[in-house]
């Protein structure tokens, strides 16, 4: 029977070659072996930050402090938000599906640089781990929210000086990660493989690579700077040593605006699989979907001042970074219009990957077009720090990119581990996680429009009711979350083997000689004279032999 | 020592007047059609001693025992460093504003600080010159320099009080940078002069210094605008990285080409 990359000694390590299983798997330089483990990392750390904002929604049942007082409230919102963009959402998709799928969709035998991703995925759990000790250690974890507004981060006492180092360790794997899958595809394409045959997913994910690596210095030279004013006094960010605290706020969203796009681009990478898949049909506007990631990537960064509305700017530039914002909605909107135009007379075959992908296409409208809304100055100085933009941000990246990463998840599971999962319980427990998100966000919408400020731990009786809609939508979204990981985890073990193809898809990523698949991938580096969606009446046009890889179509 | 006699008069002319100091004019023109002596008595108008090149102005008097002299002869020195060509990229014109001193007092003045640079220079650059009919006083007012004469009773000596500061005008008179204290640094007054050109007759490299250092008005210095210059540095280096990878293409030794795959 051929091996797996799964089975023990199938793998190349960055140090000697160990015998024991766990020093293979903790030395592997295998994109895929890197990739599930940063999965099983960063699905933890999910897990970890959703019980936190369980506890959060638990005190915010009734008004008054219950459970929490108000410090260690603030203390839970930023430990959520950490946790959540730092540890979870920033390297998401990139590092699980750039890593086990982004090399196989390309031809390639591993990225270009796999020394440095071990490295990588290293630095990762060493920022893990420094952002967690503070936890623990000095006056607990930092309370400014994960966007460490100067100057209070510069006067609490609380442990932000190892949170923003962790952040800055993190930003680095993040730049590393970036700059390995650069490479990767420029060089590493299978050949015939230009620009434009490129399955969408990579360029999702090469559109990504260069924010991370231009984008992520910024914020990292910003946390120094922080780091430097809270250590040996020097006036940056604080007004009363000659600082400017707006200057922070700038510096900050330079690098956090465009981190959005960071995290949608190779969601929408997914999404962009899935449909034409799905749908049986070739995707509708190849080349317009791959140049709108580009072109969202290049808008993204000119928007950050949209953040800055109420925090002191000049009409004419609130008026351009208004203008700018409404800009990066007509590439997302063509995507929309294209997936949709894909679907248009195919045979959709309502699998579980589809159902998440369909369940966002409502979901990220949602928190697409209300971004919209607050993206126009005048309602912005209403909705600012309400819960609306609360509701908006989560329906955009959980409902946006959290879902399109379980429907990736669902996707490739069976080419990760060559087995299936329950799909009867697989599509419940979709059901469960988009209901409960609904009555779990939609209510903020209207509790934001009428006045509820963001992170407060105590409310005004008025808006009671909506706390506590959110809060039996939160349970129900958990006991889907937890429903969906078991079906998911069980099937690891136990799930039916299948084939290299389960889906009938088309790209390279399905056409390995064993699933799942070997060390080094291809058994023969295949040659790309095709489009990567090609169907002709539901089928595949392209056929290989998987052992030649020469086509037989 | 020249600090502390820039304070003292500053000091000086604080006690004294409020007129005294710079009341700086920027961007506002000097009458070009002034006329003064020069150096051999001669009549002559300033926009015949600029030129129609970016000058140098300073206010004196010959006699001053204080700051007029060490202004004066760190000019020359800052002159002798400045990598522009004299007479040809600017002028200088020194103006004695004392209206009772001889323009035999501006020539020996003048022979003594050409004489003080220390590298072969083109004297017709540099003008000592003083007032006709008012002339001195109203360039002073015109570029907001306040001085005050005073005649100390005991030693019957005429004294003036005055700032120190180096004007730059650009061609047609304008106003362009005031260069406080009596030492400048020979960059600062290069980026002045390069500004006050209008960047037309600047060299290539004058851009390049341009686009670097940034006038700061309120310090009245030229300071390294250390954000563009990184910002350019990392936006170059991302533009050669994408350049690299295009130009690199794909790693062919590591494939096949078409239809070799079958081994």
Same mark, same amino acid.
């Given at each position: 029977m051929s091996k797996s990359y799964l089975d023990a000694g199938e793998t190349h390590c960055a140090i000697g070659h160990p015998k024991s299983v766990f020093w293979q798997w903790m030395l592997t330089v295998d994109h895929k072996r890197i990739g599930l483990m940063y999965a099983a990392v960063i699905f933890t750390f999910f897990f970890v930050a959703v019980f936190v904002a369980l506890t959060m929604r638990i005190e915010l049942f009734a008004p008054g402090a219950q459970i929490l007082d108000g410090d260690t409230f603030n203390q839970a919102f930023t430990l959520h938000g950490v946790i959540m963009v730092f540890l979870f959402i920033i390297p998401g998709v990139p590092a699980v599906f750039g890593n086990i799928v982004m090399p196989l969709m390309i031809g390639a035998k591993d990225v270009s640089f796999p020394r440095l991703n071990w490295f990588t995925f290293w630095l990762y759990i060493f920022g893990a781990l420094i952002a967690l000790s503070s936890l623990w250690t000095g006056e607990g974890f930092a309370d400014t929210g994960w966007t460490f507004y100067a100057p209070y981060s510069l006067n609490t006492n609380t442990n932000v000086v190892t949170t923003l180092v962790a952040a800055f360790v993190l930003g680095m794997a993040s730049i590393l990660t970036g700059l390995n899958f650069l490479v990767t595809i420029h060089r590493l394409r299978a050949p015939g493989m230009d620009f434009f045959k490129m399955p969408l997913f990579v360029w999702g994910i090469y559109a990504t690579a260069w924010i991370q690596l231009l984008a992520t210095p910024v914020v990292g030279i910003t946390l120094i700077l922080a780091i430097l004013e809270k250590v040996f006094g020097i006036g940056i960010f604080d007004p009363s040593k000659g600082g400017d605290p707006v200057l922070f706020e700038h510096l900050f969203w330079i690098y956090s605006h465009p981190a959005v796009y960071l995290m949608i681009l190779p969601a929408f990478g997914i999404m962009s699989e899935i449909i034409p898949v799905f749908s049986r049909r070739e995707i509708f506007g190849y080349r317009t979907i791959a140049l709108s990631s580009a072109s969202i990537a290049g808008i993204g960064y000119l928007v950050w001042g949209h953040h800055l509305f109420t925090s002191g700017m000049s009409d004419l530039a609130k008026?351009?970074?208004?203008?700018?914002?409404?800009?990066?909605? &007509?590439?997302?909107?063509? @995507?929309?219009?294209?997936?949709?135009?894909?679907?248009? @007379? =195919?045979? &959709?075959?309502?699998?579980?990957?589809?159902?998440?992908? !369909?369940?966002?296409?409502?979901?990220?409208?949602? =928190? =697409? !077009?209300?971004?919209?809304? &607050?993206?126009?100055?005048?309602?912005?100085?209403?909705?600012?720090?309400?819960?609306?933009?609360?509701?908006?941000?989560?329906?955009?990246?959980?409902?946006?990119?959290?879902?399109?990463?379980?429907?990736?998840?669902?996707?490739?599971?069976?080419?990760?581990?060559?087995?299936?999962?329950?799909?009867?319980?697989?599509?419940?427990?979709?059901?469960?996680?988009?209901?409960?998100?609904?009555? !779990?966000?939609?209510?903020?919408?209207?509790?934001?429009?009428q006045g509820m400020p963001r992170r407060y731990f105590d409310y005004l009786p008025e808006f009671q009711i909506y706390h506590q809609i959110s809060f039996f939508g939160a349970l129900i979204f958990i006991t889907g979350l937890i429903y969906m990981f078991t079906v998911l985890i069980s099937a690891i073990k136990k799930g039916e083997k299948v084939g290299p193809n389960h889906w009938n898809a088309t790209t390279l990523e399905w056409h390995l000689p064993t699933s799942p698949p070997p060390l080094e991938n291809h058994s023969k580096v295949p040659y790309v004279d095709f489009r990567p969606y090609e169907y002709h009446h539901g089928e595949p046009v392209v056929k290989f032999n998987l052992e030649t890889m020469q086509r037989i179509d | 020592m020249t600090r502390y006699i820039l304070v003292l008069s500053l000091l000086f002319s604080f006690l004294n007047a409020a007129n005294v100091g710079m009341h700086e004019k920027l961007g506002k023109m000097v009458p070009l059609d002034l006329t003064f002596l020069n150096d051999k008595g001669e009549s002559v108008t300033l926009r015949k001693l600029m030129d129609g090149k970016p000058a140098i102005l300073t206010l004196n008097y010959y006699r001053c025992a204080g700051i007029c002299t060490t202004q004066l002869n760190d000019l020359a020195n800052v002159v002798s460093q400045l990598d522009l060509v004299e007479n040809k990229d600017y002028k200088i014109v020194t103006v004695s504003f004392a209206e009772d001193e001889p323009y035999q007092l501006a020539a020996t003045k003048r022979r003594n600080i050409m004489a003080s640079i220390t590298r072969p220079y083109v004297e017709d650059t540099w003008h000592f010159v003083i007032g006709e009919n008012n002339s001195s006083g109203k360039l002073a007012d015109s570029v907001g320099y306040g001085f005050e004469k005073k005649v100390f009773e005991k030693t019957g000596l005429t004294e003036y009080i005055h700032p120190g500061v180096t004007i730059i005008l650009s061609p047609e008179g304008k106003i362009t940078r005031y260069l406080n204290g009596v030492d400048q640094l020979p960059f600062d007054v290069k980026m002045a002069l390069i500004e006050a050109a209008d960047g037309k007759v600047g060299p290539t490299i004058a851009k390049t210094l341009l686009f670097c250092f940034a006038y700061d008005a309120e310090n009245k210095k030229y300071v390294f605008a250390w954000e563009k210059v990184i910002g350019t540095g990392m936006s170059l280096m991302a533009i050669g990285l994408f350049i690299l990878l295009i130009k690199l293409g794909r790693k062919e030794e590591d494939h096949h080409k078409k239809g070799e795959n079958d081994e």
């Open positions: 008026t351009v970074f208004s203008f700018l914002t409404f800009f990066v909605a &007509i590439p997302t909107g063509i @995507k929309f219009y294209d997936w949709v135009a894909t679907m248009y @007379k =195919g045979q &959709i075959h309502m699998n579980a990957p589809m159902l998440w992908a !369909l369940g966002t296409m409502v979901t990220f409208v949602i =928190g =697409g !077009l209300t971004g919209v809304t &607050i993206a126009m100055i005048g309602p912005d100085i209403h909705l600012q720090d309400t819960y609306y933009s609360v509701a908006h941000f989560h329906y955009a990246m959980l409902g946006g990119v959290v879902f399109l990463l379980f429907a990736g998840l669902h996707y490739w599971f069976p080419l990760m581990f060559g087995r299936m999962y329950n799909e009867k319980h697989a599509k419940r427990a979709f059901y469960f996680n988009f209901i409960g998100f609904n009555i !779990l966000w939609f209510p903020m919408f209207i509790a934001g429009w | -």
